[in-house]
């Protein structure tokens, strides 16, 4: 039977930019060890197709050596149902896509210094009309912080 894994995941804990701590979310994980298995299959099949690139500095090399290393911290936990905080360095699976869906336990917001349940955020539309041409739909905490994304396509410029 699998446990669920509980992680306390920081805005600034899936994205390699200096982004500002705005919000934490405790999300609900099913199944951590296949999603982590999973992803680092993905990049050791990319590594196989472009051998190369395993010795580079790469993003992809820095993403699946953080991948592991979390993946190891998570094995050797005595613990499984604690929470797991997901450091600002550590990168475990992007989980923007389960926080779009709402399938999180409660946000912070350090906007509003709200902690909301997924029900009282909300979905709205957006398109960006910068460089990146980009539309899709936002999740939003109350305040207006934005927390999770889907692009759904690109405008012709």
């Not at 992803?39 to 010795?55: D, L, M, S, V, W």
């Not at 580079?56 to 094995?75: G, M, P, W, Y």
């Not at 923007?96 to 349940?117: A, D, H, K, M, T």
């Amino acid at each position: 039977m699998n446990v669920p894994s509980y992680l306390v995941v920081r805005n600034d804990s899936w994205n390699f930019s200096e982004l500002p701590h705005e919000f934490t979310v405790w999300l609900r994980v099913e199944n951590l060890e296949e999603q982590l298995d999973t992803a680092i299959a993905r990049f050791t099949a990319h590594f196989e197709k472009y051998p190369g690139e395993a010795n580079s500095k790469s993003q992809k090399v820095v993403e699946l050596r953080r991948l592991i290393a979390f993946q190891d911290r998570v094995r050797k936990m005595d613990n499984a149902s604690s929470p797991i905080s997901v450091g600002a360095t550590e990168l475990p699976v992007s989980f923007n896509e389960q926080i779009f869906e709402g399938n999180f336990v409660s946000l912070f917001c350090l906007n509003c210094y709200r902690l909301s349940p997924p029900e009282l955020t909300c979905l709205v539309p957006f398109q960006n009309d910068t460089y990146e041409q980009a539309f899709g739909t936002m999740r939003h905490c109350l305040c207006g912080k934005s927390i999770a994304w889907r692009i759904d396509g690109q405008r012709r410029p």
